[in-house]
């Protein structure tokens, strides 16, 4: 692990040595805030809890992740220094791994920052904290899966900006896929195993059944298993590169 620890340490402290990971948070923070409680209709609900915070994650993380994981890759091939990262006694699946870390862990990061709207809700009212901390958990996991997508899209090309596209629109797919309009839009055409296969396909969907505060092992093993298939494609496309 000291390998992934290595490339883990490089890559999270090279987020903070330029202004786009202090631009990236300030966004998200306004974003977050404003969203809730603006869009989200929080004073309008008459509830103190986060619901609306959590509902506008996904959307916020459609444009946001893309905007970090973009250059992960695609810039190393861009540059010509990902030669001298193969050259380095560490593995791909470790740089993969621990590039991905780095990200999560500076996700991760934006989140905590959001600790003053949590402080809010319970200044306003008696929320359940437990469920705002198990809606933290599932965004983070949300995050987790949106970062190794975009792991794998920057590993495919060299352009940051179709690394962005790409990211985006399977990650606006995967949003899509549980939406009822669109289950209701296939209902007719498709037979309901397929249906249900493709409402358990949704990101938003696991990510709000966390938020509820509901741990179900379903949903965590979701998260995981995305996050492991995306990156272990992020393996097989470094290698293939590196192999020609």
């Known amino acids: 692990m000291s390998g992934v620890t290595a490339i883990l340490r490089r890559e999270l402290w090279s987020y903070f040595v330029t202004p786009v990971a202090y631009v990236f948070m300030v966004i998200f923070l306004v974003m977050a805030g404003v969203l809730t409680f603006y869009s989200g209709d929080f004073y309008d609900r008459g509830l103190a809890d986060l619901q609306p915070f959590f509902d506008m994650h996904p959307w916020l993380y459609l444009v946001l992740v893309p905007a970090?994981?973009?250059?992960?890759?695609?810039?190393?091939?861009?540059?010509?220094?990902l030669e001298l990262l193969f050259?380095?006694?560490?593995?791909?699946s470790q740089a993969v791994l621990g590039k991905f870390l780095a990200a999560w862990a500076f996700i991760g990061i934006c989140l905590c920052l959001t600790f003053p709207i949590w402080i809010t809700v319970n200044y306003l009212g008696d929320p359940d904290n437990g469920v705002i901390?198990?809606?933290?958990?599932g965004s983070w996991l949300m995050a987790g899966a949106f970062i190794a997508i975009g792991t794998c899209m920057s590993t495919a090309t060299r352009s940051q900006i179709i690394?962005?596209?790409?990211?985006?629109?399977?990650?606006?797919?995967?949003?899509?896929?549980?939406?009822?309009?669109?289950?209701?839009?296939f209902q007719d055409a498709v037979p309901p195993?397929?249906?249900?296969?493709?409402?358990?396909?949704?990101?938003?969907?696991?990510?709000?059944?966390?938020?509820?505060?509901?741990?179900?092992?379903?949903?965590?093993?979701?998260?995981?298993?995305?996050?492991?298939?995306?990156l272990a494609a992020?393996?097989?496309?470094?290698?293939?590169?590196r192999t020609r």
């Open 68 to 81: 970090v994981t973009m250059s992960m890759w695609a810039e190393e091939r861009a540059s010509g220094t």
């Open 193 to 230: 195993r397929i249906i249900g296969a493709l409402g358990q396909l949704s990101i938003a969907r696991h990510a709000n059944a966390i938020a509820r505060g509901v741990l179900d092992l379903r949903d965590l093993v979701y998260f995981f298993a995305t996050i492991v298939a995306w």
């Open 234 to 241: 992020s393996v097989v496309v470094l290698d293939l590169k």
């Open 87 to 92: 050259s380095l006694p560490v593995s791909i």
């Open 163 to 185: 690394a962005f596209i790409l990211t985006a629109a399977v990650c606006f797919l995967l949003l899509l896929s549980g939406q009822p309009q669109v289950l209701d839009f």
């Open 133 to 137: 901390l198990a809606g933290y958990v």
